[in-house]
């Protein structure tokens, strides 16, 4: 009886994880003014690829993770590791980004049609 609750329950979980693959854009501050950039997710369960594309071009992500509605990543530029984190609410995600040379940054991706 306890195995099964514990299977219920795991699996009540996985069935309440956020599924966020496909494109997200959003307006992402920055010193020069908001960036229009599109964020291109594939999630594997809870592993997470893709890439963002903005002004200086595309980048992938790496270190990507989603936990329940928690998402997670890193990218790499010219200014350094950046990490980026957020909480996915409907076709919102909203995001942190620290690193890199700049001040920490909010901002809300939504889901593109």
Do not use: C, H
Not at 1 to 11: E, I, R, Y
Not at 69 to 79: G, K, P, T, Y
Not at 82 to 93: D, P
Request: aromatic letters at 8%.
């Amino acid at each position: 009886m306890k195995t099964l609750l514990l299977t219920f329950l795991v699996g009540s979980a996985l069935a309440l994880a956020a599924d966020i693959t496909g494109k997200w854009t959003a307006k992402v501050p920055g010193r020069n003014g908001d960036q229009e950039t599109t964020f291109t997710f594939k999630q594997d369960g809870d592993k997470l690829t893709g890439s963002i594309t903005a002004r200086q071009g595309e980048r992938p992500i790496s270190e990507g993770s989603v936990n329940g509605d928690a998402v997670s990543f890193v990218v790499e530029s010219q200014r350094g590791k950046q990490t980026y984190k957020g909480v996915v609410a409907g076709a919102e995600i909203k995001f942190k980004r620290e690193g890199g040379q700049g001040q920490p940054r909010e901002f809300v991706a939504k889901k593109a049609n």
